[in-house]
T-cell receptor
Framework: GNSVTQMEGPVTLSEEAFLTINCTYT??????LFWYVQYPGEGLQLLLK?????DKGSNKGFEATYRKETTSFHLEKGSVQVSDSAVYFC???????????????FGQGTILTVHP | KAGVTQTPRYLIKTRGQQVTLSCSPI?????VSWYQQTPGQGLQFLFE???????NKGNFPGRFSGRQFSNSRSEMNVSTLELGDSALYLC?????????????FGPGTRLTVT
C-alpha cells in the first residue's frame, strides 16, 4: 500500500535559519504529492503541490521538488520566520491500486518551532 | 469564495451515544473526504463521497458512516461511541477534476467522548 515517512521531529530553529523537512513516499502508481500546514486549533492548509517528476511546488517561500528516483518530496525554506511555527504534513494521492485521488495518505507530521 | 465549513466545532458526548457531524464544501466542489486526526494515529482517511456515492473507504469499523446530499453537503455519523473515538474530525472538499485533485480542509470538529 501507499505510505509517507517524514523526518523525526520536532524541529526547532532560530529566525532566518534554513529549513529542511524530509519526506519520502511509497506508492503503487504515480502519485501527486502535497505539503499541508496546520496552525494550532485550525484545519490543514494546502501549502504546495507537485503532480509529476521534477515538478517544483512553491508558495510563501517554501519549495519542494518531486524526485521520482529517490521517491522524495523534501520541504525547504531559505529563511524561516516565527510565524512559520506550525505542524507540517507531507501527503500523497494516488489513483493506482483501486484507490482514488480523493484519499490522501499523510506522514506523521513535523512540529516546527521558530524562535526570535 | 467561502471555505469549507464544519459544524459543530466542538462536541462532548458520552460513551455509547451517537453523533452526527456536518460538512459544507466549497461551492462547486463535488467531492468530500473525511479524516480522523489523533495524537497517536495521526491523520487517517475515513471515506470519500462524490455525487452522493461513497467512492472509497478507509479501515474503520462499520460504526463510522457517512452520506452526501445532492448539494454536495456531507454528514458523517458515529454510532455507539467509544473513548477512542475522541479526535479531531476533518472534512475536505475538492473539485474532483484532473489529476491534481487538490483537497481543501475545514477547521474540523473536536469530538470528546467521556
Amino acid at each position: 500500500g501507499n505510505s509517507v515517512t517524514q523526518m523525526e521531529g520536532p524541529v526547532t530553529l532560530s529566525e532566518e535559519a534554513f529549513l529542511t523537512i524530509n519526506c519520502t513516499y511509497t506508492a503503487t502508481g504515480y502519485p501527486s504529492l502535497f505539503w499541508y500546514v496546520q496552525y494550532p486549533g485550525e484545519g490543514l492548509q494546502l501549502l504546495l503541490k507537485a503532480t509529476k517528476a521534477d515538478d517544483k511546488g512553491s508558495n510563501k517561500g517554501f519549495e519542494a521538488t518531486y524526485r521520482k528516483e529517490t521517491t522524495s518530496f523534501h520541504l525547504e525554506k531559505g529563511s524561516v520566520q516565527v510565524s512559520d511555527s506550525a505542524v507540517y504534513f507531507c501527503a500523497l494521492s494516488d489513483r493506482a491500486g483501486g484507490t482514488s485521488y480523493g484519499k490522501l495518505t499523510f506522514g506523521q507530521g513535523t512540529i516546527l518551532t521558530v524562535h526570535p | 469564495k467561502a471555505g469549507v465549513t464544519q459544524t459543530p466545532r466542538y462536541l462532548i458526548k458520552t460513551r455509547g451515544q451517537q453523533v452526527t457531524l456536518s460538512c459544507s464544501p466549497i461551492s462547486g466542489h463535488r467531492s468530500v473526504s473525511w479524516y480522523q486526526q489523533t495524537p497517536g494515529q495521526g491523520l487517517q482517511f475515513l471515506f470519500e463521497y462524490f455525487s452522493e456515492t461513497q467512492r472509497n473507504k478507509g479501515n474503520f469499523p462499520g460504526r463510522f458512516s457517512g452520506r452526501q446530499f445532492s448539494n454536495s453537503r456531507s454528514e458523517m455519523n458515529v454510532s455507539t461511541l467509544e473513548l477512542g473515538d475522541s479526535a479531531l474530525y476533518l472534512c475536505a472538499s475538492s473539485l474532483a477534476e484532473g489529476k491534481t485533485y487538490e483537497q481543501y480542509f475545514g477547521p474540523g470538529t473536536r469530538l470528546t467522548v467521556t
